[in-house]
Structures are given as structure tokens and as C-alpha cells.
């Protein structure tokens, strides 16, 4: 019986170091920042930020077994938002914001698999200009007006 309890025991820390997370921050050459956050089985896991050389954050979001997941902040080296949405299994997915160098919204977009998939709203000085619909990728129609638009869609399929 003895040696069972010290066997389980012997599995069980093998187990832990096997699972075990860990956290881990990654440099430059010249020794600043480039990355941190959490690793788990060799691959990242949880919250990671990524920086620019400057020491700006360059983006951050989750991972999940290794792959970019939920919702993630990209910006550029001078500091400002860039863009900001969701990834799914490492691919950009569901609604993007992507932003002018002033931070206002410059168009917004449905991607699947890393490409337009859906509807873009594009955007000049915070008003709606135009939206264009997309499928895989490839520009199907533009409308300029949003009673045209409206006629010919249905507002649920910006969800």
C-alpha cells in the first residue's frame, strides 16, 4: 500500500512539471523588451504583449494552445491603435476596427480566415462614407448611399 501512495505521488510530480506554467519575457539584442507573457506545454498560452524596438507595445492578446485567440490590440512603433479584433485559431475573424494615424476609425470589417468576409464600413473624419461587401476576399459591391445600401441588405448581417 505504501509503495502505491509513493508511485502516485512520483506520477503526480512528473505530472505537474509536465503542466507546468510558466512566465516568460523575450529581448532585443540591444536588450530591450520584445515579448512576455505565459507558457504552458512549450507553446503560449494566456496573455502575451509583444513590443516594437522602440519599447512600445506592438500588440497584445491571448493565445490559446499556441495559436492567437479572443480579442487583440495592435498598434503602431509611434505608440498609437492600429487596429483591434478577434482572432479565432490564429486567424483573424468576426468584426476588425482598423484606425488612421490619428486614432479615428477608418474602416471597420467582417473577416473570416484572415480575409474580408462580409462587410467593410468605411469611414472619413468619424462619418460613414461607403460599405462594401466582400466574399473570401473578393469585393462584390460598393454602395455610396446608406437608402441604397439599405434597400438591398439586411442591418442583422452587421452582427
Known sequence: ????????????NIHLDIEKKTYQKNYFDDGTKASEGWMLNNQKTDYWKFYHP?????????????KASKYWRLYRADGSKHSEGHYENGKKHKWWLFYDSEEKINHKCQLKNN???GYCLMYKNEKLISAVKYSEGKKIKE?????????????????
Open 54 to 66: 522602440n519599447g512600445n507595445v506592438e500588440r497584445e492578446g491571448h493565445f490559446i494552445n499556441g
Open 143 to 159: 454602395w455610396t448611399d446608406y437608402r441604397s445600401f439599405r434597400k438591398e441588405n439586411s442591418l442583422r448581417d452587421l452582427k
Open 1 to 12: 500500500m505504501k509503495s502505491i501512495a509513493i508511485l502516485t505521488v512520483i506520477l503526480l
Open 115 to 117: 480575409q474580408k468576409n
